[in-house]
């Protein structure tokens, strides 16, 4: 079985998933590109939880975790099905770590605003993995590490954030901060050149207040980056940034 690389998916506004956009455009590519995985695992931003917990039910629902969009988006259906094997195989992993079995739990726009156009007919199996609100970035990190092994199993891991994202400072318009830019460099650099403790350190890093005001969108890099062998080729596509003070710079490795 072939080894799968890693996404990281920097996802924006939910409009993504129904825009034919440059982002809805590259995340297709992406998915022509992979070699097809058995499984998906997803950390997304947008499941925080205390204490970890692994979605487990074989037909997760579609959430429409927003409010304020077109209607049109509140009838996107994506109607993968699950994998409790996989999420068996999660729960194992983490041992002696406690993760819990989520029989209700679906899957957040956060996973399906990108799958939707990476893998149009959900003919793959998906399983989230939440966030634990209470830990540390190390914690993400070393959990990233501990679940690389799932990669030569056929399963496609996918941490989907953004790595600038400040909503409050958000504007309805194609440009960006400069802090904004600034950050977004700092951290791609960062990234090519493997200084992972900066990056799990990031709130030394100069305008992180500005840049993670809160840390659910910046947290899914770093399981990617756990979960990363140091010989993986770094990708980057999607580098723009947009609506001010959201970057939609996305990551492959491997
Ligand atoms: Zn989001």
């Known amino acids: 079985m072939k080894k799968l690389p890693l996404l990281f998916a920097g996802h924006g506004s ?25 499984a998906i695992l997803v950390i997304s931003a947008h499941w925080e939880t205390n204490g970890v917990r692994v979605t487990a039910t074989d037909k997760p629902e579609t959430i429409h975790d927003f409010y304020g969009f077109p209607g049109e988006l509140y009838e996107i259906e994506y ?41 149009k007919n959900a003919d793959i199996p998906v399983v989230q993995l939440s966030l634990d609100r209470r830990q540390a970035p190390e914690f993400h ?14 399963i496609l891991i996918i941490g989907s954030g953004n790595i600038v994202h400040n909503l409050p400072m958000m504007i ?6 400069d802090w904004a830019v600034e950050f977004d460099k700092q ?20 305008d992180s207040e500005l ?21 993986d080729p770094v990708q980057t596509y999607n580098d723009v940034l947009t609506m001010g003070s959201v970057s939609m710079r996305s990551f492959r490795f491997g």
Not at 95 to 104: F, G
Not at 172 to 177: E, G, K, M, V
Not at 188 to 201: M, Q, V, W
Not at 213 to 219: A, D, I, Q, R
Request: aromatic share 8%; net charge negative.
């Open 14 to 38: 939910p409009m993504n998933t129904i825009e034919d956009n440059s982002f809805s455009r590259a995340w297709a590519e992406i998915g022509q590109a992979l070699p097809r995985p058995s």
């Open 172 to 177: 309805w318009r194609d440009r960006a901060y």
């Open 79 to 119: 109607p993968a099905s699950g994998s409790p094997e996989l999420a068996g195989n999660v729960q194992n992993l983490l041992k002696p770590d406690r993760i819990v079995a989520d029989y209700d739990r679906g899957l957040d726009h956060g996973s399906w605003s990108v799958l939707c156009n990476m893998y």
């Open 211 to 231: 840049a993670i005001p809160t840390n659910e969108h910046y947290l899914p890099l770093l399981y990617i980056l756990g979960a990363k062998e140091s010989d």
């Open 141 to 154: 990190y070393n959990l990233g590490k501990r679940l690389k092994i799932l990669r030569d199993q056929g």
């Open 187 to 206: 951290v791609t650099h960062l990234i090519e050149t493997g200084a992972h403790d900066k990056l799990i350190d990031y709130k030394q890093l100069p």
